[in-house]
């Protein structure tokens, strides 16, 4: 069974995917409206120009056949209006990818990576709810609808995660985490090949070489770093490895003469001294 962890990650990223599929569609649709808008209006004039405009077309709220409002600058602000969305869809659009996000970061910090998707999700809720106040057509009331819907799950999952929703759905810390496979406390492979160095050939051969190898490789030398030495460091790890290191007896060198004791009182004097006497003769 996977972690909660994988879970999370691929349902934050199956969002992401909703997000800019409705991005898509809301751009798509913002398009299609400007164009529509702008061939009523042309429209609208040519039948001004043939003074062939009822007295109702002229006192309608919006031009026909579009969402342009038939007032002052209605057209200029139509199309603004637009513009502005298709604006803010790409924007938005690159924040979900994170692109380039160390200018989210700086400039726009709430859509940069120590945000979560609550700031997203309101603005997507505003562009919907701007697209849905007027009267469009249905592809573009379906693509508006659909950005609401997506906006109002980005909020939850901003309250939910809250700051720590993008790095849980990033993908690049998921391949970075997913390489941490093998457990820390494993030992590297120059260890766990250290105990197949000596083979059952090489043990019918010759055994003392291969117990050559294997002590050389356990104090360090075959692994090519330094021993332990012979001071503290050295009897304590060879202690732990199950050798016994004795005291050396206390020897004296072979050109120092052997302390003599002077002899006692008692085998003075029960030890016949020699006598001397002089001669007659002698001078």
Same mark, same amino acid.
Request: charge should be neutral; glycine fraction near 6%.
């Given at each position: 069974?996977?972690?909660?962890?994988?879970?999370?990650?691929?349902?934050?990223? !199956?969002?992401r995917?909703l997000?800019?599929?409705?991005?898509?569609?809301?751009? &798509?649709?913002?398009?299609f409206?400007?164009?529509?808008?702008?061939e009523? =209006?042309n429209?609208?004039?040519?039948?001004?120009?043939?003074n062939?405009t009822?007295?109702?077309?002229?006192?309608?709220?919006?031009?026909e056949?579009?969402?342009? @409002?038939?007032? *002052?600058g209605?057209?200029?602000?139509?199309?603004?209006?637009?513009?502005?969305?298709?604006?803010?869809?790409?924007?938005?659009?690159?924040?979900?990818?994170?692109?380039?996000?160390?200018?989210f970061?700086?400039?726009f @910090?709430?859509? $940069?990576s120590?945000f979560?998707?609550?700031?997203?999700?309101?603005?997507?809720?505003f562009?919907?709810?701007? %697209?849905?106040?007027?009267? %469009?057509?249905?592809?573009t009331f %379906?693509a !508006?609808?659909?950005?609401? =819907?997506v906006?109002?799950?980005?909020m939850?999952l901003?309250?939910?995660?809250?700051?720590?929703a993008?790095?849980?759905?990033?993908?690049?810390?998921?391949?970075?985490g997913s390489r941490?496979? *093998?457990?820390?406390? /494993?030992p590297?492979?120059?260890d766990?090949?250290?105990?197949?160095?000596?083979?059952?050939?090489?043990?019918? !051969?010759?055994?003392?070489?291969?117990?050559?190898k294997?002590?050389m490789?356990?104090? $360090?030398?075959?692994?090519?770093?330094?021993?332990? $030495?012979?001071? +503290?460091?050295?009897?304590?790890a &060879?202690?732990?490895?199950?050798?016994?290191?004795?005291? #050396? /007896?206390?020897t004296l #060198?072979?050109?120092?003469?052997? @302390?003599?004791s &002077?002899p006692?009182?008692?085998? +003075?004097?029960?030890? @016949?001294q020699?006598h001397?006497?002089?001669?007659d003769t002698?001078?």
């Amino acid at each position: 069974m996977a972690p909660v962890k994988t879970y999370i990650f691929f349902a934050l990223n !199956a969002a992401r995917v909703l997000s800019i599929v409705s991005l898509l569609l809301v751009f &798509a649709s913002s398009i299609f409206v400007m164009v529509t808008d702008i061939e009523a =209006v042309n429209s609208y004039e040519s039948k001004q120009s043939s003074n062939t405009t009822n007295v109702d077309l002229v006192n309608c709220d919006y031009i026909e056949n579009s969402t342009v @409002p038939n007032q *002052l600058g209605g057209v200029f602000w139509a199309i603004v209006n637009r513009l502005l969305i298709i604006f803010q869809v790409i924007i938005l659009i690159m924040s979900e990818v994170g692109w380039p996000m160390p200018l989210f970061d700086r400039f726009f @910090p709430v859509l $940069g990576s120590n945000f979560g998707l609550g700031a997203l999700g309101i603005f997507q809720g505003f562009m919907g709810a701007a %697209v849905l106040s007027q009267h %469009v057509d249905d592809f573009t009331f %379906v693509a !508006a609808f659909f950005l609401f =819907v997506v906006a109002c799950l980005n909020m939850l999952l901003g309250l939910i995660f809250r700051e720590s929703a993008k790095e849980k759905r990033s993908i690049t810390l998921w391949r970075d985490g997913s390489r941490d496979v *093998l457990p820390s406390h /494993l030992p590297p492979a120059a260890d766990l090949n250290r105990s197949t160095t000596c083979t059952s050939a090489q043990s019918y !051969a010759s055994t003392t070489v291969c117990d050559e190898k294997r002590d050389m490789s356990e104090f $360090g030398a075959a692994r090519g770093r330094a021993g332990y $030495g012979f001071g +503290r460091q050295g009897e304590k790890a &060879a202690g732990m490895k199950g050798f016994l290191i004795s005291k #050396p /007896l206390e020897t004296l #060198p072979r050109y120092a003469a052997r @302390p003599t004791s &002077a002899p006692s009182t008692s085998s +003075r004097s029960s030890t @016949p001294q020699p006598h001397f006497n002089s001669s007659d003769t002698a001078i």
